[in-house]
């Protein structure tokens, strides 16, 4: 991937603090979460391990994402990312810290629950997942043309 390339997604990535996550073991299933991310464009999420898409990702670590913005007018330029990859559970404790920091800026509001402490003394049941990206599909017709895109194998 180009420089630029990378810069224009990692911007486009940090304008949104939402996605749409599908995961499936026996059937195909969807939720939305919020997320942050990474300059390696790590994906980064918190959500209950007992949830159907964590439980899913316990036996089926593919999935695959799409983000963009829904207010979108249909009238308007096209920007999202749709990709796919592999997702885990974040483990390090030094890297959660850091993480849910920044969940907690992308999506306030849940700051007295969902954080560090309460995450490490599992006062709730919550983790913070990864997914690494392995396909990226770029579509931004501001960018690159009226049905422009960019595609990436990681």
């Not at 990226?136 to 049905?147: Q, V």
């Amino acid at each position: 991937m180009k420089l630029k390339d990378k810069r224009q997604l990692l911007k486009y990535l940090k304008s949104q603090n939402l996605m749409t996550l599908a995961t499936s073991v026996d059937k195909p299933w969807v939720a939305t979460v919020y997320f942050v991310n990474d300059e390696d464009l790590n994906l980064y999420f918190v959500s209950s391990t007992q949830s159907k898409h964590c439980r899913d990702i316990a036996k089926n670590s593919k999935v695959a994402c799409a983000i963009y913005d829904s207010r979108t007018l249909n009238s308007e330029k096209k920007v999202g990312v749709q990709l796919q990859g592999i997702a885990s559970i974040v483990t390090s404790w030094r890297r959660i810290k850091v993480l849910i920091d920044m969940w907690n800026k992308a999506a306030p509001g849940a700051e007295d629950i969902i954080n560090f402490k309460n995450l490490k003394s599992k006062v709730v049941g919550s983790k913070m997942y990864r997914v690494k990206p392995i396909y990226i599909k770029f579509f931004n017709e501001k960018l690159f043309g009226t049905d422009g895109v960019r595609e990436y194998e990681l």
